[in-house]
């Protein structure tokens, strides 16, 4: 792992620079082309009978930041009449030339979906969802939030975790650090949440699995507080009440997927979460279900033994 660490952990710092006391990334020549195609969309908003005179824009977190409402609409019908273009300067640079459909996502309230977004399942050979700024209120009861626009600060601090909460201004080049912390984290290989674990994990215990993801796919180790609030005795019984086991599968599956899919399952195990991920939902016996499994074996699993025992060969390699 540690080799990992090392390896990722280069590797993001030769893409960054600083610049007047401002980090400034280097983009690959994908991502570089689809910060010109969206700076150019945007331009021909702010052109047009639309009325906007400032449309700010972000990559953050894997998606794309800005007022959607307004961008998304703009960006499909330009795609419509430039995108042969954008095709012939990608094969130009030697990218993945493929633009596949806006595919959006309406407003749905009774689905607790209380903000418009879309996605490009493939540009340039990337994937990009599009979503307005926002925060998020929890209600005791359910990880679904309630969600309103928000500023860029609110919308770094609800995120997983804080190099997840990085914004890249497409019109600056400057990277933007809201939580003050997120490019240490990057640059010293630590997984944090931007605010309270304890709070974070109250209002969406599977921010636990997504935050071992995270670390097991970079090779960076989750920060000492962090880890404490995983450890707590309630969460085990929060991410099996709380969190349905179909997204709990989707988090396991990616962890399988994922390049250190070992240190994933050591992490489950060391984090007393091994019942609340195999266990929860899986019939004990014709009477009797996975709660009472849950209760009557410990946060370690009715096989600790056995399961550390696996565990160790692995490991020594």
Known sequence: ???????????????????????VLHLSPAEELLRQLLLVCCDSIVSSKNDVTNLDMWFVGGGFETDFSIFGHALENYLQREKHKYIEEARRRRVPTVISKLHEIKRNSKKSKHLETASLHSIFGLSVGFVNLRKETYSEDSRIPQMEFGTPAEDAHRRDATINALFYNLKTGIIEDHTELGLHDLAAGVIRTPSSPFEVFDDDPLGILRLIRIATQLGFRI??????????????????????????????????????????????????????????????SEDEDASWVLQQSGPYGPWHTEWARALKPWLSC
């Open 223 to 284: 920060e000492r507080k962090t880890v404490q609030a995983i450890r707590s005795a309630e969460r085990p019984g929060q991410l099996c009440t709380k969190v349905s086991r179909e997204r709990v599968e989707t988090e396991l599956i990616k962890i399988l997927k994922g390049p250190n899919t070992l240190s994933g399952f050591q992490l489950i195990h060391e984090l007393h979460l091994y019942n609340a991920v195999f266990l929860r939902g899986l019939p004990y």
């Open 1 to 23: 792992m540690t080799q990992i660490k090392e390896f990722t952990t280069n590797t993001v710092n030769s893409r960054l620079q600083t610049a007047t006391g401002a980090p």
